[in-house]
């Protein structure tokens, strides 16, 4: 067995081993490098009672940020030891092994051969899928499915050996769950299930309640701990789609498709996959729902011919996979992002693992050595895959640089990227902007429009030096709409500026009065949500008067 486990390592370091050279990107740089609660044992008390990204809020009561403290700790005990990305890659390589020994364990416990098992493993590290959690540095996906493993291996041996201790461990690795991520609230249902699956007396259950009670207790401080710092149990926020119960319906049954799919055809790999409603009309929709009949299918099945290790693994597949689908207007911009399924993916392994093993005895020497060659050209196929994919994670310029290359028209690459600047002198303005905007000329000024829709005009007027900016507000037309807020607002070389926030029908719109050198540069953004916010700060922040 130790041989085994130093596999499951050397395999780990061939397929991620290049992410140590890595850098921070994206919300690294917010949550981890520029972060001043990870700097000092001062802040320590911080892990506990501040939501991620606390430091940039006066308050995480109904800010709608995430409360996930086992993960900060982790980040928090790293940032202590060096605040250089590649040792919080080194950390994310060694949870990533953490992990394949319990799954190991796991299988093993429960029958799977060694070298069964060690494939089985083998393919959940090597899976292309995995590879924005074990490219990134927040290590919340990471520490969720360490504990769930933990817990449920713990409860296993619990129920196998009677001694109280391992029960004690998996109430243990539940609490820690919670604190790793709040979709281990699920695991509570998991408990039971594999009671009745693994139980000889099905009358166990009933008899287990009081049993089963005792992880209210881990979910209750969990509670108390999420309500005292977020202010309720879940985000006070709007969601990013809104949708009737129907349409909801039907757009769950499609991401439980797209899911699948991306299990089984995980390219093109990308943190921002874009998100589009369906109908149920849609062939998206008719092959997700066939996809979910088969699933259940699949259960039943392999119940009635008692392998319970394949119903327990579909079993947590689907428990964990349904958090985010169910919650997909909530869950951010992309309601399919790969990192959530990562801990679905195990008990797709899980089931996959104890398959193989139902099947060996019944495989002949031929079939078993074309399923030999058939998988090592899969891992070989996927690990030119992980090392393409390691090389997006390299810094900035390249992650956003992938998401253009992949997919061309999302606008998330464009909107945080690096582009060729492009300098414009016409009419009393100067500015530079990113060649990704297309640029429109007008009688006073310029409109800059991008392919997703967002429209950024300019134009300038010479003011009169006797008149106040006040005065010269007083007179500017009302835009279209209803105002929602407007104030002082501060831009680098402007002797004075003014903001106003615009509701138009639904769509946020920024407008800006920017006064220097006896000119007033008016400048609007539509819509004032967008991604394309921050190439906007740019452009505005390269104006010369």
Not at 314 to 333: C, E
């Amino acid at each position: 067995m130790p041989m085994r486990i130093f596999a499951l390592l050397f395999i780990i370091l061939v397929y991620w081993g290049t992410t140590i050279s890595n850098g921070f990107i994206h919300d690294d740089h917010r949550e981890v490098e520029n972060n001043p609660y990870l700097a000092s044992w001062e802040h320590f008390p911080k892990v506990f009672t501040s939501c991620i990204g606390g430091y940039q809020l006066p308050s995480c009561k109904g800010a709608g940020y995430y409360y996930r403290p086992l993960g900060v700790l982790s980040l928090f005990a790293t940032r202590q030891i060096s605040s250089r990305p590649w040792v919080f890659h080194v950390v994310s390589i060694a949870y990533l092994w953490v992990l394949s020994m319990l799954l190991f364990y796991f299988l093993r416990l429960h029958g799977i051969e060694g070298t069964v098992g060690l494939i089985g493993v083998a393919a959940y590290v090597t899976h292309p899928i995995i590879s924005e959690v074990a490219n990134g540095i927040g290590v919340y996906d990471l520490l969720l499915a360490i504990c769930v493993v933990s817990a449920i291996l713990s409860f296993a041996l619990y129920r196998k050996t009677k001694r109280h201790v391992w029960f004690v461990c998996s109430l243990l690795a539940y609490f820690l769950a919670l604190l790793a991520k709040e979709s281990a609230v699920v695991l509570l249902v998991a408990f039971p299930i594999y009671d009745f699956l693994y139980s000889q007396k099905k009358k166990r259950l009933y008899q287990s309640i009081g049993l089963y009670s005792w992880f209210l207790v881990p979910l209750v401080v969990y509670g108390l701990m999420r309500y005292w710092v977020l202010g309720g149990p879940v985000y006070r926020q709007e969601g990013y789609y809104a949708m009737g119960i129907a349409a909801s319906l039907v757009n769950m049954i499609g991401l439980y498709g797209r899911n699948l799919w991306a299990l089984m055809y995980p390219f093109p790999l990308s943190t921002f996959h874009r998100f589009v409603a369906i109908s149920w009309s849609s062939w998206q929709f008719i092959v997700s729902f066939f996809a979910l009949v088969l699933t259940a299918a699949a259960g039943w099945a392999s119940y009635r011919r008692k392998l319970p290790g394949i119903t327990f693994g579909l079993s947590i597949f689907v428990l964990f996979l349904v958090v985010p689908i169910v919650f997909f207007t909530k869950v951010g911009r992309f309601p399919f992002t790969e990192r959530f399924l990562f801990v679905p993916f195990i008990g797709v392994t899980v089931a996959v693992t104890f398959l193989l093993q139902s099947l060996k005895p019944r495989v002949s020497g031929v079939v078993r050595w074309l399923f030999i060659v058939g998988l090592a050209g899969l891992f070989i196929v996927n690990w030119v895959g992980i090392q393409k994919r390691n090389a997006d994670w390299k810094n900035d310029a390249a992650f956003y640089a992938s998401v253009v290359r992949d997919d061309p028209g999302n606008e998330f690459g464009y909107a945080f990227g690096t582009f060729k600047e492009v300098l414009y002198q016409k009419n009393g303005l100067s500015f530079r902007y990113p060649d990704v905007f297309t640029l429109q000329e007008k009688e006073t000024g310029v409109v800059l429009v991008t392919k997703s829709g967002f429209a950024m005009s300019i134009d300038s007027n010479v003011k009169d030096p006797l008149e106040s900016a006040m005065a010269y507000l007083s007179r500017q037309p009302a835009e279209p709409g209803a105002l929602v807020s407007e104030g002082q607002a501060k831009v680098a070389a402007v002797e004075f500026a003014w903001a106003r926030n615009w509701n138009q029908k639904g769509t946020e719109m920024l407008e800006l009065f920017l006064f220097a050198a006896g000119q007033v540069v008016h400048v609007t953004a539509k819509p004032a949500d967008s991604v394309f916010m921050g190439q906007f700060d740019k452009i505005v922040g390269s104006f010369a008067f």
